[in-house]
């Protein structure tokens, strides 16, 4: 019996040092003058972050169709409040995606070998500047709307990188 017990506590330290390797890593930094409160779904986040402050959190293997982006003119009390960018139903920590104008960048994580893939896109609309790279992938940095490294309209379909799966990644507004 001792000896299942302790197949079982290995299989379950195994497993979840297994799901742990399996997540990407984002950083994001706020390098403008002012505050950002930068957003990220599906993982469902959000918070407030001030000139020269990082965020850090993890994403799944198997994560499809994520976004980070940065929210401006926000207004926050109790969790609830309202943003003139980038707002996501008057939420802090967001489930939504927000409302344009908003400077996106977007990703599926593949996970079990698999590669991962992101871009940043202004088809939504132009908020804030950004810096978007992975660490195995090229980085990509967007200024203005009229960014050539961003999609910039639903059919250009020609932005989008790959990078190996369970990356760490680099979101920073105002590179």
Known sequence: MASLAASSVLFLVLAAFA??????????????GSTVWPAATPV?????????QTWTF???????????????GCSFN??????????CAGALSCTLSGQPPMTLAEFTI???GKQDFYDISVIDGYNLAMAFSCSTGVGLVCRDSRCPQAYLYPSD???????????NYQVTFCP
Not at 157 to 167: D, E, L, W
């Open 110 to 112: 593949g996970g079990g």
């Open 19 to 32: 799901a742990g390797a399996s997540a990407a890593t984002f950083t994001v930094t706020n390098n403008c």
């Open 78 to 87: 109790g969790g609830r409040g309202r943003c003139q960018t980038g707002d």
């Open 44 to 52: 469902g986040g959000g918070l407030q972050l001030n000139p020269g």
């Open 58 to 72: 993890n994403v799944p293997a198997g994560t499809s169709s994520g976004r980070v982006w940065g929210r401006t």
């Open 157 to 167: 379909n020609t932005k989008t990188h790959a990078c190996n799966g369970n990356s």
